[in-house]
C-alpha cells in the first residue's frame, strides 16, 4: 500500500506541476467544511423565525434525544455492502454535530464521539465495495472538522488516524488502479470522489501531502459524472440515484468553496443548473416519482435541492424541498444548514406542464402544477445500457385523482443472486414484463436497446409525445411506436403501432394496485373514490384482462398489484392499438371529450 500511495503522489505531482497546488487557498481554521462558525447565527435566527425551519430543528431534536439511546454502528455486512452502517453513522454525526455546534448541549458531543469511536473500531470500511468507504470518510470528515474545537487531542488522533488509514489510504490506491469507479458517468464517481474529497478537505493541513493528491484526482474524476446532466439535467439512472449522485456532487462542491474559496468550475457543467428541474418534473401530484430503475416511488427531502435554489436562483427548487418537509418527510442536518425560505410554485414561476429531458430521452406531462387532483403521465424512452436501468423502454407511470394508477414496482433485492449479473434479466421487476409497455412474443426488449423522442405536440387542450421502440423489439418487428398524451386535462390516451414481417403475440400491459372490473372492451379501475375508466377504441375485437404479477421466492412477491392487459386473440403481423383512460370521480359521469386526438 505504502509503495502505491507514493507512486501516486508522484505522478501526480509531475501530471499537474509544482506550483500547481489545489490547496493554496485552504482555510487553516476548524470547522471549515460546508457550514462555518459564522453561519450558524443565521440558521438560529431563522428556527427562531420561520416556522418550517423551526419545525426541521425540532424533527432533528427528536432524533438526536432518540439516538442517546440508540446503540453505535457495528461492523454488520447485508450481501457485499456495509453501506447500511456507513449511512448510519453519516447521518448520526451529521445530525449530533450539527445541534452541538448550535446549541451546545455536551450529551451530542459525547454520542457522537461514541459513533465515531465505534466505526474507529472496525477493522476496515469495507473497500471492496467502495460506497462504503467513501460514506464513512464523509462521515468522518463531518466528525472530524465540526467537533474539533471541542475533541481532545486523543480524540483528535484517533479520529484521524481511522480517516486516513480506512478511508484516504484506499482511496488513493483505488485512483492509483483506476477503479471502475475513477471513469464512470453515474453515482459511485459522484459519491466515491465526493467523500474521499471531503476527507482530504478535512485534515488537508496535517496530511497535506495525501489530501492534495486526492483533490487533483477528484477534480479530474468528477467531471466525467457531471456530464450526464447534459444538456438539460436530467439522470438516465432514475430519481433515486438522482438524488444519491447529486447530493454527493453538492456535498464535494460546498465543500471546496467553504474550505479554498473555490468550486473548480465545477458548477459551469452544461446542465447542472437545471439539474433541480428533473426532480421537480419527476415528481406527481400522487406524492409519487416517475420511479423507472432501481428507485422507489415516494419523494422523500432532498437538501441539496435548498442548495442548488440558492446557487441558481431558482425558488421552485426551494418551493418542492419546503412542500416535502410541511407534509413531513423526515430532514436531514442539511435541510436546515441549507434551507431557503424562499420558494415559488412552478405555476407562479410559469414552467409549462410539460417537459421533455433529452440528455435521457424521458418526458413529463400533467393537467395542472396546483391540482393534487391533476392528471400527470410519465414517459420513457432512454438506454436499456444505462445503469440500474430496467427493460422498460416505452414504459410509463399515471396519477390522478392523487392516485397512482399506472405504477412502476420498482427495485428487488440487491443481494438477490445476480441481481447486478448474468441473473438480472431473469428477475420479474427487471424483465419487460414488469413494465407498462407491449410483451413480444413473451420476450425481453433487447437489453442493448435504445429509444428516441421523434415527436410531440404541447397544448392547452391536448398534449403528446412520440416515441420510437423499434429498435427494442428489433429481432421480431419492423417498426414499433407509441404516442401518449392527455386530452383536455381528464383523459389519458395511448396509441401503439406496430408491424411485423411475421406473426407475433403482442401483449399489451400496465402493472396496478387498483380495483379493476372488467367487460370487453372496456374496464373500471377503482382505488380512494375515484374512477379511471379504460376503452379500447381499436381494434374493437381486443378485450381487456387482468393478468398475475406475482413473482416467486426470493424475489418481492408484489402483493396487491396485478397486471391490466390487452389481449387481441391471435398473432398479428400488424397492430394499431389505441386505448383511452379517462378520470372521475366514482358514482359521477364520464366526462365527455370534445377535443380530438390526433396531431
Not at 450558524?40 to 434525544?65: G, M, S, T, Y
Not at 456535498?251 to 479554498?260: D, G, K, M, R, V
Not at 427548487?317 to 425560505?341: H, N, V
Not at 383536455?488 to 403501432?497: C, K, L, M, R
Amino acid at each position: 500500500m505504502t509503495r502505491v500511495i507514493a507512486g501516486l503522489m508522484a505522478a501526480a505531482a509531475l501530471a499537474w506541476g509544482a506550483t500547481d497546488d489545489p490547496l493554496k487557498a485552504l482555510r487553516r481554521e476548524h470547522p471549515r467544511l460546508i457550514l462555518l462558525d459564522s453561519d450558524l447565527d443565521h440558521i438560529r435566527a431563522l428556527i427562531q423565525q420561520n416556522p418550517l425551519a423551526h419545525k426541521v430543528h425540532a424533527d432533528l431534536v427528536k432524533e438526536a434525544e432518540r439516538l442517546m439511546t440508540t446503540p453505535p454502528v457495528e461492523y454488520k455486512l447485508v450481501g457485499p455492502r456495509l453501506l447500511a452502517q456507513s449511512r448510519h453513522c453519516l447521518e448520526r454525526v451529521y445530525t449530533l454535530a450539527l445541534l452541538y455546534r448550535l446549541d451546545g448541549k455536551q450529551p451530542y458531543l459525547e454520542r457522537a464521539v461514541r459513533e465515531l469511536r465505534a466505526a474507529a473500531e472496525f477493522k476496515d470500511w469495507n473497500p471492496s465495495h467502495f460506497l462504503d468507504t467513501a460514506e464513512m470518510t464523509h462521515a468522518f470528515a463531518i466528525g472530524y472538522d465540526w467537533l474539533y474545537p471541542a475533541l481532545s487531542q486523543d480524540e483528535r488522533t484517533w479520529i484521524r488516524a481511522a480517516l486516513v488509514e480506512k478511508g484516504l489510504n484506499p482511496g488513493l490506491a483505488a485512483y492509483e488502479t483506476q477503479a471502475s469507479w475513477v471513469g464512470s458517468r453515474m453515482n459511485w464517481n459522484q459519491v466515491c470522489n465526493g467523500g474521499i474529497g471531503i476527507g482530504a478537505l478535512a485534515v488537508a493541513d496535517e496530511e497535506p501531502d495525501k489530501s492534495r493528491v486526492l483533490i487533483r484526482n477528484a477534480l479530474e474524476s468528477l467531471p466525467r459524472a457531471l456530464a450526464a446532466y447534459a444538456p438539460d439535467g436530467g439522470w438516465a439512472e432514475g430519481p433515486g440515484y438522482w438524488h444519491y449522485g447529486t447530493s454527493y456532487a453538492v456535498y464535494f462542491i460546498a465543500a471546496l468553496e467553504s474550505a479554498l474559496g473555490t468550486d473548480f468550475g465545477l458548477t459551469a457543467a452544461k446542465g447542472f443548473d437545471r439539474t433541480g428541474r428533473f426532480r421537480v418534473y419527476f415528481s406527481g401530484p400522487s406524492g409519487k416519482a416517475f420511479n423507472y430503475a432501481d428507485a422507489h416511488d415516494h419523494v422523500d427531502p432532498a437538501a441539496e435541492m435548498f442548495w442548488l435554489a440558492h446557487r441558481f436562483m431558482e425558488p421552485v427548487y426551494s418551493w418542492q424541498e419546503q412542500r416535502i418537509l410541511e407534509a413531513g418527510g423526515t430532514p436531514d442536518a442539511l435541510d436546515l444548514i441549507w434551507f431557503q425560505p424562499e420558494g415559488r410554485s412552478p405555476k407562479q414561476d410559469g414552467w409549462p406542464l410539460e417537459a421533455i429531458f433529452h440528455g435521457v430521452q424521458v418526458t413529463f406531462l400533467r393537467s395542472a402544477w396546483d391540482d393534487p387532483d391533476a392528471i400527470f403521465v410519465g414517459v420513457k424512452g432512454g438506454d436499456n445500457k444505462a445503469n440500474h436501468s430496467h427493460l422498460d423502454l416505452g414504459s410509463f407511470v399515471l396519477d390522478g385523482g392523487g392516485v397512482r394508477w399506472a405504477l412502476d414496482a420498482g427495485a428487488d433485492d440487491y443481494n438477490l443472486p445476480g441481481y447486478f449479473g448474468r441473473q438480472r434479466w431473469a428477475y420479474y421487476r427487471m424483465r419487460t414484463e414488469a413494465h407498462n409497455t407491449v410483451v413480444i412474443d413473451n420476450e425481453n426488449q433487447d437489453p442493448h436497446a435504445e429509444a428516441g423522442i421523434t415527436g410531440h405536440l404541447f397544448s392547452p387542450g391536448l398534449s403528446w409525445v412520440e416515441l420510437d421502440l423499434t429498435h427494442a423489439y428489433a429481432r421480431r418487428l419492423k417498426q414499433f411506436h407509441r404516442k401518449i398524451g392527455i386530452v383536455q386535462g381528464q383523459q389519458v390516451f395511448v396509441e401503439d403501432s406496430l408491424e411485423s414481417e411475421q406473426p407475433v403475440e403482442a401483449l399489451w400491459g400496465m402493472l396496478t394496485d387498483a380495483d379493476v372490473a372488467l367487460n370487453g372492451q372496456t374496464a373500471e379501475l377503482q382505488k380512494n373514490g375515484w374512477t379511471l375508466s379504460a376503452e379500447i377504441l381499436s381494434p374493437r375485437h381486443a378485450v381487456f384482462d387482468v393478468a398475475s404479477a406475482f413473482a416467486p421466492a426470493p424475489q418481492a412477491s408484489n402483493p396487491g398489484v396485478k397486471k391490466l392487459v390487452v389481449r387481441l386473440g391471435e398473432k398479428v403481423t400488424e397492430m394499431d392499438l389505441k386505448l383511452t383512460f379517462t378520470l372521475h370521480r366514482t358514482g359521477q359521469p364520464k366526462p365527455k371529450i370534445t377535443e380530438k386526438i390526433g396531431g
